[in-house]
């Protein structure tokens, strides 16, 4: 994955992530969730998929798939990731 890629791909899981955390836990919060906090996230999440040689939803998806349908993936594949690690 090309360093434009890698950009790409965070800042895309960024607005994701920072979606996914205003709505479902946004009533929890005194603001909105921080986009600088949700690309450190997606960041870590990236290298953390690249060392282990498997993304959790590919560039490809995140560009062509709507915001639920990627964070059901991601869920899906974190949950299989959390299995293997047990």
């Known amino acids: 994955m ?9 800042n895309i899981r960024a607005e994701q992530i920072k979606h996914f955390q205003d709505t479902r836990n946004g009533h929890l919060f005194n603001n909105p969730y921080c986009i600088e ?3 450190e996230v997606a960041k870590n999440q990236l290298e953390n998929d ?3 040689g498997q ?3 590919s560039l ?3 560009l062509l798939e709507d915001n639920e349908t990627c964070i059901r993936v991601i869920r ?3 949950i299989n990731v959390a299995k293997e690690l047990v």
């Open 2 to 10: 090309t360093e434009s890629q890698k950009n790409i791909y965070v």
């Open 37 to 39: 906090k949700a690309k």
């Open 50 to 52: 690249l060392e282990r």
């Open 55 to 57: 993304l959790r939803i």
């Open 60 to 62: 490809e998806d995140l």
């Open 76 to 78: 899906n594949e974190t």
